[in-house]
């Protein structure tokens, strides 16, 4: 089965900050590989947290062959610690998407 898995590159200007308890870090999200039905999951330690508060995706851009000059929605399920890209419609994306070079900003708050 082929799987999706991600890079997270932190902002190096305003890529980690301390508001109270909470860490906020700011950065780009690579996503490699092909979309499954198990989304694209994700974890506190891809973003050096221990626990995710709150996450945070913008539009995704793809600059993978699929997805030249494509625009995915990304949306953060915290029950299932994943994210879920849709299309213009608001459609999931279909099993086997080619989401090899999608890239996306993303925000998370945790501890």
């Given at each position: 089965?082929?799987?999706?898995?991600?890079?997270?590159?932190?902002?190096?200007?305003?890529?980690?900050?301390?508001?109270?308890?909470?860490?906020?870090?700011?950065?780009?999200?690579?996503?490699?590989?092909?979309?499954?039905?198990?989304?694209?999951?994700?974890?506190?330690?891809?973003?050096?947290?221990?626990?995710?508060?709150?996450?945070?995706?913008?539009?995704?851009?793809?600059?993978g062959v699929t997805g030249t000059g494509t625009y995915l929605g990304?949306?953060?399920?915290?029950?299932?610690?994943?994210?879920?890209?849709?299309?213009?419609?608001?459609?999931?994306v279909a099993a086997d998407y080619d989401c090899d070079g999608f890239?996306?900003?993303?925000?998370?708050?945790?501890?």
């Amino acid at each position: 089965m082929a799987s999706v898995s991600i890079a997270f590159s932190e902002d190096l200007n305003s890529g980690r900050q301390r508001i109270g308890r909470v860490h906020e870090v700011i950065g780009e999200v690579t996503i490699t590989g092909t979309y499954v039905s198990t989304k694209v999951p994700i974890t506190a330690a891809d973003f050096g947290l221990g626990s995710i508060e709150s996450l945070q995706p913008d539009i995704v851009y793809g600059e993978g062959v699929t997805g030249t000059g494509t625009y995915l929605g990304a949306y953060y399920d915290e029950t299932n610690d994943y994210i879920e890209l849709v299309d213009n419609d608001g459609a999931e994306v279909a099993a086997d998407y080619d989401c090899d070079g999608f890239i996306f900003p993303i925000t998370v708050r945790g501890r």
